[in-house]
C-alpha cells in the first residue's frame, strides 16, 4: 500500500465516523424534521397523533441505524487502514 492510499483511507475512515456520530446524535432533530414536512404533506396538515409519534420514531431509528452503521464501518476502516501495513511488512521481512 501506497503513502497516498493510506492517507486516503484514514481520511475516510474519519469522515465515515465523524459522519456516524452526526447521524447518531443529531437524528432527533432530523427525524422531527422530517416528520413535520410528512405532516405537512398530509390532509390540511393533520393526521393521527399516534401515526404522527410512530412516523417520527421511524425516522429517528432509521438515522440512528445509519449512523451506527456508519460508524462501526469507519472504525473498521481504521483499524484495517492500520493493521494492514504491519502485516505486510511483516511479510516482506520473511
Same mark, same amino acid.
Given at each position: 500500500?501506497?503513502?497516498?492510499?493510506?492517507?486516503?483511507?484514514?481520511?475516510?475512515?474519519?469522515?465515515?465516523?465523524?459522519?456516524?456520530? $452526526?447521524?447518531?446524535?443529531? #437524528?432527533?432533530? @432530523? *427525524?422531527?424534521? +422530517?416528520?413535520?414536512?410528512?405532516?405537512?404533506?398530509?390532509?390540511?396538515?393533520?393526521?393521527?397523533?399516534?401515526?404522527?409519534?410512530?412516523?417520527?420514531?421511524?425516522?429517528?431509528?432509521?438515522?440512528? $441505524?445509519?449512523?451506527?452503521? #456508519?460508524?462501526? @464501518? *469507519?472504525?473498521? +476502516?481504521?483499524?484495517?487502514?492500520?493493521?494492514?501495513?504491519?502485516?505486510?511488512?511483516?511479510?516482506?521481512?520473511?
Amino acid at each position: 500500500m501506497s503513502r497516498d492510499n493510506i492517507k486516503g483511507l484514514i481520511f475516510l475512515s474519519i469522515l465515515l465516523v465523524v459522519g456516524g456520530f $452526526i447521524l447518531m446524535f443529531s #437524528s432527533i432533530s @432530523f *427525524g422531527t424534521s +422530517l416528520g413535520d414536512s410528512w405532516l405537512m404533506k398530509q390532509n390540511e396538515g393533520m393526521a393521527d397523533t399516534h401515526q404522527y409519534n410512530m412516523i417520527i420514531k421511524t425516522y429517528i431509528n432509521n438515522f440512528v $441505524i445509519i449512523g451506527s452503521i #456508519s460508524l462501526c @464501518f *469507519g472504525l473498521l +476502516l481504521a483499524m484495517l487502514t492500520y493493521f494492514t501495513p504491519l502485516f505486510l511488512r511483516k511479510n516482506k521481512r520473511n
